[in-house]
């Protein structure tokens, strides 16, 4: 059964970048829907901040428009999440999320920490 590791969070000042890592163990991505989110603390629900097709199409939640950049290397079976201009309120758990849609199974990581304080 394929797993998905994140990695890359940590603390960081308003204004500043954080590069998330989601890398597929165990399976690859070339036919998944890959997707981030977050939770905010003390939040019981997911924000979907972005979404890339297979096809690598993304799109981007309003809350991050602009500052987020999502890619994928299915040959390395991991997508990305390049953050810029982090601000208080990106501060939450990220999970990225696979979706393969030919056998409509999903899978989530464990999450990443990412927090933006001065």
């Known amino acids: 059964q394929v797993q998905f590791v994140e990695s890359g969070g940590g603390l960081v000042e308003p204004g500043g970048s954080l590069r998330l890592s989601c890398t597929a163990i165990?399976?690859?991505?070339?036919?998944?829907?890959m997707s981030w989110h977050r939770q905010a603390p003390g939040s019981h629900q997911r924000e979907q901040v972005a979404?890339?097709?297979?096809?690598?199409?993304?799109n981007y939640g309003i809350n991050v428009l602009g500052r987020f950049t999502m890619s994928r290397d299915n040959a390395k079976g991991a997508v990305y999440l390049q953050m810029d201009n982090l601000q208080p309120e990106d501060t939450g758990d990220y999970y990225c999320?696979?979706?393969?849609?030919?056998?409509?199974?999903?899978?989530w990581g464990r999450g990443t920490r990412v927090t933006v304080s001065s």
């Open positions: 979404i890339m097709s297979s096809r690598g199409d993304p």
């Open positions: 999320n696979a979706w393969y849609y030919i056998s409509n199974e999903e899978y």
């Open positions: 165990g399976g690859d991505i070339t036919r998944a829907q």
